[in-house]
């Protein structure tokens, strides 16, 4: 349960958990646009990160992005619109359209890279970004150039064996490195208890020579005070951190899921009842900062900003055929 004030105690401004939130709104409501146009069959695919925006803008506001490095997943939406992405650059991925910085519409949408604001390209293959955001860890300290990346992956992802070879990694070199584990409780279908033999994730940091730490996921203030430890730590040449984050996924693992079929009407209700959106603006609304007149004005803000964004994207050109092969190489 948030207190009162609690920004406050630390460090934080009103301005400054009123833009968490905004981010939080913005990401929510670009994410079911995003929905609505695949549904439509205007956007070929969608991984929501409905319920997880509160871990994700906790994580990137305790980060400092004009020297931070942050190699996301495909949920962390509201990680990439903190470090500098726009929601028209989000659209033009997901339509798929040459001024897509990401990937100039190569890429399927999800996969984020934008060099200019630190946010380092991924792969499709689950846990792959582990050992880059390490790599880059072993840069800051090679270059002697202290900045800190953060790494974001699911709890289904930390059964692959890039999870492991990058923490043993960045354990046994104490690397500037934090390893952001959102723990939505599925790996795709398969719940936690199925997929994950040890009681929690964060226990397996232990192993790895680096203190393991879990926090309410659907609390932006408790993630932010404990990546903010972290980066402290990294930037003190103190070594990696793990962290789990426990959170929600409101929504089906992608826009091809059905999770009705492995999830239950009372465990999607118990989710739902857990929404970070709604808990953070009555912690905002409980210490004066937010009341109905500012959110109907922050909604229609934002409404606006996602429908431009939607316009622009659809009419937006796509890549010239004959640039197919760019970029790729024959061995």
């Given at each position: 349960?948030?207190?009162?004030?609690k920004?406050t105690s630390?460090?934080?401004t009103?301005?400054?958990?009123?833009?968490?939130?905004?981010?939080?709104?913005?990401?929510?409501?670009?994410?079911?646009r995003?929905?609505?146009?695949?549904?439509?069959g205007q956007?070929?695919?969608l991984?929501?990160?409905?319920g997880?925006?509160a871990?994700?803008i906790?994580?990137?506001?305790?980060?400092?992005?004009?020297v931070?490095y942050?190699?996301?997943y495909?949920?962390?939406m509201?990680?990439?619109?903190?470090?500098g992405m726009?929601?028209?650059e989000?659209?033009l991925l997901?339509?798929a359209?040459?001024?897509d910085?990401n990937?100039?519409?190569?890429?399927?949408?999800g996969?984020?890279?934008?060099?200019?604001?630190?946010?380092?390209?991924g792969s499709s293959?689950?846990?792959?970004?582990?050992?880059?955001?390490?790599?880059?860890?072993?840069?800051?300290r090679i270059?002697?150039?202290?900045?800190?990346?953060?790494?974001?992956?699911?709890?289904?992802?930390?059964n692959?064996?890039?999870?492991?070879?990058?923490?043993?990694?960045?354990?046994?070199?104490?690397?500037?490195v934090?390893?952001?584990v959102?723990?939505?409780k599925f790996?795709?279908?398969?719940?936690?208890?199925?997929?994950?033999a040890?009681?929690?994730i964060?226990?397996?940091?232990?192993?790895?020579?680096?203190?393991g730490?879990i926090?309410d996921?659907?609390?932006p203030?408790?993630?932010?005070?404990?990546?903010?430890k972290?980066?402290?730590?990294a930037?003190?040449d103190?070594g990696?951190?793990?962290?789990?984050?426990?959170?929600?996924?409101?929504?089906?693992?992608?826009s091809?899921?059905?999770d009705?079929?492995?999830?239950?009407?009372?465990?999607?209700?118990e989710?739902?009842?857990?929404?970070?959106?709604?808990?953070?603006?009555?912690?905002?609304?409980?210490?004066?900062?937010?009341n109905?007149?500012?959110k109907?004005?922050?909604?229609?803000?934002?409404m606006?900003?996602?429908?431009?964004?939607?316009?622009?994207?659809?009419?937006?050109?796509?890549?010239?055929?004959?640039?197919?092969?760019d970029?790729?190489?024959?061995?």
């Open positions: 349960m948030m207190k009162k004030n920004h630390l460090g934080l009103d301005d400054d958990v009123l833009a968490m939130y905004r981010t939080m709104l913005l990401t929510r409501k670009i994410d079911e995003m929905l609505l146009l695949n549904r439509s956007i070929p695919f991984v929501s990160g409905k997880q925006e871990a994700q906790g994580a990137a506001f305790a980060l400092d992005t004009k931070d942050v190699a996301p495909y949920r962390d509201a990680v990439v619109l903190h470090f726009t929601t028209k989000l659209m997901a339509f359209k040459e001024e910085p990937s100039a519409g190569r890429q399927m949408p996969h984020y890279g934008q060099k200019k604001n630190n946010i380092i390209t293959p689950v846990s792959t970004q582990v050992p880059h955001a390490v790599g880059f860890a072993l840069a800051s270059k002697q150039d202290p900045f800190v990346t953060l790494v974001t992956l699911g709890d289904g992802s930390t692959q064996g890039d999870f492991h070879e990058g923490l043993n990694f960045a354990g046994v070199h104490q690397l500037p934090i390893t952001f959102q723990n939505n790996a795709i279908s398969v719940p936690f208890e199925k997929q994950v040890s009681e929690n964060a226990v397996r940091a232990s192993s790895y020579g680096m203190p730490i926090v996921g659907n609390d203030l408790d993630v932010y005070q404990a990546v903010k972290a980066r402290e730590r930037i003190n103190e990696p951190t793990l962290i789990e984050a426990v959170t929600e996924r409101l929504s089906a693992h992608s091809d899921d059905n009705q079929l492995y999830r239950t009407v009372e465990e999607l209700k989710a739902h009842a857990n929404d970070c959106l709604v808990t953070f603006a009555n912690y905002l609304e409980e210490v004066g900062l937010l109905e007149t500012i109907a004005d922050l909604q229609n803000e934002i606006n900003e996602v429908n431009e964004a939607t316009t622009y994207a659809e009419k937006a050109s796509y890549a010239d055929v004959r640039t197919i092969t970029y790729v190489y024959e061995v």
